[in-house]
């Protein structure tokens, strides 16, 4: 008998970054995990298939992603909960713990990988359902072990992480596993240097496709501190990161390289479609958009 497969799902890493590419393929994963799971154990494994002896779901059920309409329409990942219960998957619950700071489902992910590697059933492959480049040490350290290795993820992954790996499975792939019509990248518009970028998070990935979405459905100027406030409220982690490495939240714009795009007075604006803003010429010197928000 073949040794058996185990599965951690980073939820949050991958719903974010598949909703940003595709929102039917998100909500697919999302919603019918028993489906893309037993095609998971088929692929590139013969008829015998993959025997999955642990297949564990690390989700943060105050999460959510916006969803399209209104501007506070919003998607909470706890609602997907019961159907990875359904599908066998033990779902374990990985709330922030403190405030603006991502959920520790990395770190529980890596401390259950390591316990399996002592368990008395020898666990022969580990798959990570995640785009996070963090898991790369891991990685190394099962290879040592004489374990093999799968990423799922949909992201441009690290090269890094997807070397050590003894399969990676991208975004083609994954659109076959969840029954998508097609398998392409979306319109350029969605994809831009940012999110090309080989470890650019799942964070930074959603991060660009909201700007970018904003961008595309204005009708007028953007005033930079709301559209700030709106990217903290959805993605705390943004702040928290320095916006991403960048410093502020204006240098996390201007890596965007949107369209036409021109940036005055506190506002940001496609000067093809927007007239420019008319503000009085003496603005508040301590506006967070231009002072490191």
């Not at 105050?62 to 599908?87: H, L, M, T």
């Not at 939240?249 to 506190?266: E, G, I, Y």
Request: glycine letters at 8%; aromatic letters at 10%; a negative charge.
């Amino acid at each position: 008998m073949q040794d058996g497969s185990a599965i951690f799902v980073d939820f949050d890493n991958v719903f974010s970054a598949l909703w940003a590419i595709d929102g039917g393929l998100a909500i697919r994963f999302a919603t019918d995990p028993a489906n893309w799971l037993k095609g998971l154990a088929e692929t590139d494994r013969g008829e015998e298939g993959r025997r999955w002896l642990v297949a564990r779901c690390y989700m943060n059920p105050s999460g959510w992603v916006s969803a399209p309409g209104e501007q506070n329409d919003r998607i909470w990942f706890y609602r997907f909960r019961a159907d990875f219960v359904k599908a066998g998957f033990e779902v374990l619950d990985c709330p922030t713990l403190t405030r603006g700071a991502k959920n520790a489902a990395d770190i529980r992910i890596v401390i259950d990988a390591l316990d399996l590697l002592d368990h008395r059933t020898r666990f022969g492959e580990f798959v990570f359902v995640s785009g996070d480049s963090d898991f790369t040490p891991l990685l190394y350290r099962l290879r040592s072990e004489d374990r093999r290795t799968m990423i799922v993820a949909p992201g441009r992954l690290s090269s890094a992480y997807a070397a050590v790996a003894d399969q990676a499975l991208g975004f083609d792939r994954i659109g076959t596993l969840l029954g998508g019509t097609g398998c392409e990248l979306p319109d350029a518009t969605y994809v831009g240097p940012a999110e090309v970028e080989t470890d650019a998070s799942a964070d930074e990935q959603a991060f660009a496709a909201l700007v970018r979405r904003r961008y595309e459905e204005a009708r007028a100027p953007l005033n930079l501190s709301t559209l700030s406030s709106e990217v903290v409220r959805g993605l705390p982690g943004a702040k928290s990161s320095d916006w991403f490495g960048n410093g502020t939240f204006r240098k996390a714009l201007d890596r965007l390289s949107l369209p036409n795009v021109r940036f005055a007075q506190h506002h940001l604006w496609d000067e093809r479609r927007h007239q420019p803003p008319t503000l009085p010429s003496v603005v508040d010197a301590a506006d967070p958009a231009t002072n490191g928000t």
